[in-house]
């Protein structure tokens, strides 16, 4: 070789030296001493890049803070076991929808075990809104040094910020805290029982929407406590729709409730109106949480929680316009929906990251329903009771106008109106005696004495008919009067009464120059009722006796019972 290609040959060496030098850290063999033992970091990544080229820069990743961010398309977390003395068997995160998820073991020799995840291969928990898969399985010669997890397209942050790794399942049976929220989903159901049975009584509206809205945050409370996964096996996307259908109908339900429970005169139709509207409001925004992708599906989430503080700032104005006005109803309102209020505020914040780290209010989310549903069925049965109370004042007011309706305004006696309504059931009340009285000369006494006089005559004319259980007595116009009888001796109490009439006169009226007396037509009928009439021909007969009597003389009854024979019926008449 000569010199000159010699010298070619040695640069040509030393450029590959320099050349391989220079390059980075293989992207396939990431180097596990970049992370420090024992620590959990995240990172975003976009499609084309793989875990081993993202961890080859490990001044990208974030370990020091609990990122929330899924604006990039894969969300990369990694979990370093070194120095932990754990040795976990399920990657348990916050139950969420999300596309897909690749778990990576890492051992100690630097193999990588891998396996892809589907939502169908999450499992729920029993113990709370998470949901956990096993990790891949690896040599048990090699220790695990680190657990990295891949999440495609996640919807909502919480699938990554409550990611962890778990050893072992859940224990088997129901925790105290199981059987504690099961005790309280038991009791939170009798109100049902109560608007049931109230709504067969006063037909309100509103206790349907407060049976609905208990019936869905009792059943919200079974699901996100986990409970509900003892009994029901439901995949993630189902349980995912079922929640925000419960968690959106509860808050309809609640707000049409309030739009039908508060009094008419303590909330104007426009506050109606916008209660009434959240119906339109929250499906709007449930249907875009749910089908958002894209460039839409990172902010989904937080314009989804969002979309709640125009609805907490319609019921905290709602509530003070009523509570203002006077509303009794509203008082059992704010007190209910203020825990509910306070820990939705509080749980949109730290969701939209206001918060160093996001807050577990489950727990008092569950207790806070639980005393909605308390207090808003006491609201409900304060608010029947006074319904209940109203209606019975307008009965008994309608009672009385009715009643007035059919009294003789100037004696107290039914009227003629009364008595057609009432005939057919006095006649089946056993009331077999119609007598018919007028009083003779009496329009002498209005010319002599005037109708001041008059008046009082017949005021005292009623009072000597006395009317009583087996008597009724009514004013038919003019001094017309006529009395229904039933019982024992039916002729003699109706004589005496029309003989009374003139005593009573004389002792209430003075000034009167004559006696005031009375005629009177009677018809009696058997007391069996085997003989049915109307009211119509039964008047006509007593008026033609009432014509005879005056004719006779004045001062006198015509009496005519009429008796039931196997050939018919007889009348028999007498004086």
């Known amino acids: 070789m000569d010199r000159g290609a010699f010298h070619l040959l040695a640069l040509w060496l030393i450029g590959v030296v320099l050349f391989v030098a220079a390059r980075p850290a293989d992207a396939h063999t990431p180097d596990p001493q970049a992370f420090a033992p024992g620590s959990v970091c995240r990172i975003g990544g976009q499609p084309g890049e793989s875990y081993a080229r993202i961890a080859a820069t490990p001044a990208r990743w974030d370990c020091h803070t609990n990122n929330r961010t899924i604006a990039a398309p894969r969300v990369f977390l990694r979990f370093d076991l070194r120095g932990t003395g754990a040795v976990p068997t399920e990657f348990s995160t916050r139950l969420g929808r999300f596309g897909a998820m690749r778990l990576t ?3 100690a020799d630097g193999r990588m075990h891998s396996r892809v995840v589907t939502s169908a291969d999450m499992v729920p928990a029993g113990t709370g809104w998470t949901m956990h898969t096993p990790l891949p399985r690896a040599p048990a010669a090699s ?31 129901f925790s105290a805290r199981e059987l504690l929220i099961a005790m309280l989903c038991g009791a939170l159901l009798l109100p049902l029982v109560f608007n049931i049975a109230f709504y067969r009584i006063l037909r309100e509206r509103f206790l349907l929407w407060h049976s609905i809205a208990t019936a869905l945050m009792v059943s919200h409370t079974m699901v996100s406590s986990g409970l509900a ?14 929640w925000a259908v419960m968690i959106g109908g509860a808050i309809i339900a609640g707000s049409l409730y309030s739009a039908d429970l508060i009094e008419p005169d303590k909330l104007d139709p426009v506050h109606r109106r916008l209660l009434r509207g959240v119906a339109l409001w929250v499906p709007l925004w449930a249907a875009f949480y749910w089908f958002a992708g894209g460039p839409l599906r990172p902010i989904a989430a937080p314009l989804y929680l969002a979309s709640f503080l125009p609805l907490i700032g319609l019921f905290c104005w709602t509530m003070f316009v009523a509570k203002r006005r006077g509303s009794r109803a509203v008082n059992f309102q704010i007190a209910a929906w203020l825990p509910l209020i306070i820990i939705a505020v509080m749980r949109i914040a730290s969701a939209l990251g206001l918060t160093e ?12 329903l639980g005393l909605e ?9 304060d608010r029947l009771m006074g319904i209940r109370h109203q209606r019975d004042i307008a009965v008994a007011e309608a009672r009385l106008l009715g009643d007035r309706a059919e009294r003789d305004h100037l004696t107290g006696l039914f009227n003629r109106r009364a008595l057609e309504r ?6 089946a009340g056993g009331f077999h005696a119609m007598a018919l009285l007028d009083l003779d000369r009496f329009k002498d006494i209005n010319d002599t004495f005037g109708h001041v006089k008059g008046d009082a005559v017949l005021r005292a ?18 001094e017309e009067f006529l009395i229904l009888l039933r019982g024992e001796d039916v002729a003699g109490r109706a004589e005496r009464r029309r003989q009374a009439i003139s005593a009573r006169v004389a002792a209430q009226v003075p000034g009167l120059d004559r006696m005031v007396t009375a005629s009177m037509g009677m018809v009696e009928l058997p007391a069996d009722g085997s003989l049915l009439t109307d009211l119509d021909p039964l008047y006509v007969r007593c008026d033609q006796l009432l014509y005879e009597a005056k004719a006779a003389g004045r001062n006198r009854t015509m009496r005519e019972k009429v008796q039931s024979f196997a050939g018919g019926a007889q009348a028999v008449r007498a004086a």
Do not use: K
Request: aromatic share 4%.
């Open 105 to 107: 073991a890492i051992t």
């Open 143 to 173: 220790p695990l040094q680190a657990v990295v997890v891949e999440i495609y397209e996640p919807r909502n942050p919480g699938v990554q910020i409550d990611a962890r790794l778990v050893s072992g399942g859940e224990p088997a049976g």
């Open 229 to 242: 996964n003892h009994f029901v096996a439901f995949d993630i996307d189902t349980l995912s729709a079922v």
């Open 357 to 368: 780290s996001p807050l577990d209010l489950a727990t008092a989310r569950h207790l806070a």
């Open 373 to 381: 549903v308390i207090i808003t069925s006491l609201g409900a049965m």
């Open 422 to 427: 009432r005939f057919p059931d006095m006649r």
């Open 461 to 478: 004319v009623a009072e000597a008919l006395a009317p009583d259980g087996d008597t009724l007595a009514a004013r038919m116009g003019g």
